[in-house]
């Protein structure tokens, strides 16, 4: 997935805009904002977290700094569309 196709996506969901740091619920809630071209950080409840990266282990990873933090990262140039769709979505109910 590129980040226009992040973007386009991202664009359907209801109250949802871009500003120059990512994506945003209401312009103040961020749903998701990349990191550098390949990955995207996208803002999930902790608990559902562990079920992305079993579903998709290759898409999904926290580092140690974003362990305690409702993050996870996306990453764009080997996780499957629906992948990443995903958990946009669930960032994007998560901050509605």
């Known amino acids: 997935m590129t980040p226009a196709e992040v973007d386009a996506y991202v664009a359907t969901l209801e109250g ?25 950080l996208v803002r999930v409840p902790i608990e559902q977290r562990d079920a992305l990266i079993e579903r998709w282990p290759d898409a999904f990873g926290i580092p140690p700094r974003l362990e305690a933090h409702h993050k996870i990262e996306a990453y764009l140039d080997r996780a499957a569309p629906e992948a990443v769709r995903e958990a946009i979505r669930l960032a994007w109910h998560f901050q509605s």
Not at 16 to 40: E, N
């Open 16 to 40: 949802c805009s871009r500003k120059p740091r990512g994506w945003y619920v209401h312009h103040t809630r961020l749903v998701a904002r990349l990191t550098d071209p390949t990955t995207l």
